[in-house]
């Protein structure tokens, strides 16, 4: 409760407020997309019977040895496909000419292929694609296999379709994490939210793809902002601190610092608030981004070691309202005490009658010694009724 205040309060004194609380993302249920219905079931049949006979190993049945033993009921049995039984690597060859289709059929046909044979994953299946003769020694041997999905290219393609049903189904499916991950970056490159939106919420891990995602805040899309920080575990601290030390050396390079960023990051993940990012709004004498980062400080203390360093930065603003801000915040924090930079100061200001500076020195404890003297000179009556009450050395 305590830091809900602080934060409440370090905002108010520039006309900030806490923004709304993001919804997390969390894994969709499974989805059935019709696989059994018709035409759904028909054409994913008709796929699997193509599979199987434009194989280069498949003989046709009428030239089958067997066939002409069989009888004529037995031939007819045969020759009808809707009794046929279809091997995983044959349902693979299957799915992968689905894939390469230039329009996708409904995401009902693709699952009908998918629930034709036992997997356990995605990555089951790809490795069936390129060896037909797995499944057998699988069962044979009866041991378990890893499964190398590495060159798997088909949730590439559904992302690239922008078809977030296929996209869901091959998920749900236990795509594996590399092949979620390399998803979202096509999806990113595209831009799609949507399709980013549906991989992160499976669990796609967005880190890998800083210098993109850095191109993306720089030209202001806080949609993916807001849709990366909604999954907490897409992008690490680093990556984000990564983001935000650009977006610093942009402003001081002459950019405008988006202190919406800025905001709406460390609202979501305080722990970036930090004694150098202090440092580095208060170089660049930016009131407001000065004030988010004491908002999202956990305590005064973190920021105790860089005191000093951060009042003669202040100093140096040039603006004296604000670099009157500036020196409240840092008073409001515990930040400004005697020191020899903040005597100077003080007489500046007592020189320049900035009179709410002034006070503010006075009341933080800085020696009044020098800016009395000077007040008591040129005979400055409200000057030294305010520098009288300052601490003075024994």
Known sequence: MAHVRRTIYFLSQVSLSPPLRLTRLTTPPSQDFYSQSSPNSEIAHNLLVQARVTSPNYIQLEDQKLHFLRSEKQKVAVCDTSTWTFTKHEVAIAFDTLMDQPVLPPAGVAQALLTAVDLKSLGELWAHLGDATLEKRMKSKRVSVEFDDGGMHWLDKAV???????????????????????????????????????????????????????????????????????????????????????EFSRAEAGGCLSISFLLLLLSNRPGLASDTLLLGALRLHNVQATA???????????????????????????????????????????????????????????????????????????????????????????????????????
Not at 184 to 189: E, N, R, T, V
Not at 318 to 327: A, H, N, P, S, T
Not at 357 to 376: D, P, R, S
């Open 160 to 246: 690239s379709h922008d078809n977030v049903n296929y996209i869901h189904l091959l998920c749900q499916m236990q795509a594996s994490q590399k092949i979620m991950d390399r998803a979202f970056g096509i999806a990113l490159s595209k831009p799609s939210l949507r399709a980013m939106k549906l991989l992160l919420s499976f669990g796609a891990v967005a880190s890998g793809f800083g210098d993109t995602i850095n191109d993306e805040i720089k030209e202001q899309n806080f949609e993916l902002v807001e849709l990366l920080l909604s999954a907490p575990n897409s992008m690490d601290d680093q990556t984000w601190k990564e983001c935000l030390d650009e």
């Open 292 to 394: 988010i980062i004491l908002a999202y400080g956990t305590s005064n203390e973190m920021f105790l070691s860089i005191r000093h360093q951060a009042c003669e930065l202040v100093s140096h603003c040039q603006d004296d309202y604000d670099r009157f801000m500036l020196f409240k915040l840092l008073s409001d924090s515990d930040l400004v005490e005697d020191s020899l930079p903040l005597r100077q100061e003080l007489v500046k200001d007592t020189k320049a009658r900035h009179i709410p500076l002034v006070k503010l020195l006075v009341q933080a404890g800085v020696e009044v010694v020098a800016a009395l003297n000077w007040a008591v000179s040129y005979v400055d009556i409200e000057l030294i009724e305010i520098l009288e009450c300052g601490s003075r050395s024994s």
